[in-house]
């Protein structure tokens, strides 16, 4: 089945502040760090949440020395931003974190929970609060989920500057925001933490718990790769394995029989849909069969409909194998004919053999131009006829008036070829098709041009 990844969770941020009041609005100072230990019922998550930007991984793009945000606060402006990035990468953090920087009051609504009275209020309030001279920072989860009404209510109060807006999302934001509103702010893309980030911090958690946590080598290495570049979810597990108080390390088969697998990053209708098919078909069009069935298994993983990808699978089959491997089509036809008669798992593997095959197959995408040219030229010419030769004529009238007076029937002709002009007479003869030289297309390009030999010879003696 497909992830549920994108359910609402307005918690679900890197060491976020959880979910907001039921009226939908967070406001007030942030609460300062106590300096010491923390209760021992607060989740390891909350307890290592960082006091600082410099304190935040895996951002380094944006919170470095030459970061994009850090750059921005040393020059004393904080703009409105849109912070797009995965669950558990720090949105909710930098945002806290960003209003204490800019010595701006803190606001958090989430999208989820919030409505046009939530905003209104929030508005009204970050207006009072600026005519003492103070801004207030308005941080908004999961802003995609506003409607394109609601979207357009921010314009006025961010152009003002009554707020400095700071929208979260996990959603491409070209898709998901109006124009309107991503014009007025800037968008900060923030990665999903790698092994470096996720490796600091497992060494925060043993200092939080002082000492080690029990696992070989390789089950840290697991358990790092079963985060899936989610800081939240990691520190999660690891509160999972502090609790089991184990004498021994876990080896990475225990530590996945105590730890649930982590649903794939994969929707089936938003962005990583698009990515993980752009993936699939670049990695064949660049003949790497290896990567073509790793992403092909991830779209699987992830829940995809195997039918879809033998649509596609087909049309790369066409588009960009083409002529060069006259099996190919007929393979994909074959594989898809195949899951349908077996369904999954069974037909998957008919599946994987076209991935391999397409991979592996020499590639031409010369059938695909010539349609694409042929398509733009039979737009431009519009009505012309074709030569008279050419024209069936059933009719004693069709007969007296041209039809098919001249026709060389191409049997008769040496080698099977006339020469003929098949092109309307006001147009001049194009050269659509054009093929590699690759596969297939090599025999194909030799017999292309033996015939535009023969064709220039019997026009020139047709001269004479």
Known sequence: MASNRNAPDPGDDLFGEGPPTPGGVQTGERTPSTGGRHAATQ???DRLRPRRLEDVVGQDHLLGPDGALTRMLARGTLASLILWGGPGVGKTTIARLLADAASLRFVQISAVFSGVADLKRAFDDARRLAGTGRSTLLFVDEIHRFNRAQQDGFLPVVEDG???LVGATTENPSFALNSALLSRCQVMVLRRLDDA???ALLVRAEEEAEHPLPLTEPARATLRAMADGDGRYLLNMVE???ALNAVEPLDPQALASLLAKRAVLYDRDREEHYNLISALHKSLRGSDPDAALYWFARMLEGGEDPRYLARRLTRFAAEDVGMADTSAL????????TYERLGSPEGELALAQLVVHLGTAPKSNAVYKAYGAARRAAKATGSLMPPAHILNAPTKLMKEIGYGAGYQYDHDADDAFSGQNYFPDEMERQSFYRPTGRGYEHEI?????????MRASRASEEEM
């Not at 007929?330 to 004919?337: F, S």
């Not at 390009?445 to 030999?453: G, S, V």
Request: net charge positive.
């Open 330 to 337: 007929r393979l994909a036809i074959a594989a898809w004919e």
């Open 162 to 164: 009554t707020i400095v």
């Open 445 to 453: 390009k030799r017999r292309l041009d033996t015939w535009t030999r």
């Open 197 to 199: 980030a996720l490796e």
């Open 240 to 242: 999972q394995i502090l």
């Open 43 to 45: 989740p390891l998550a």
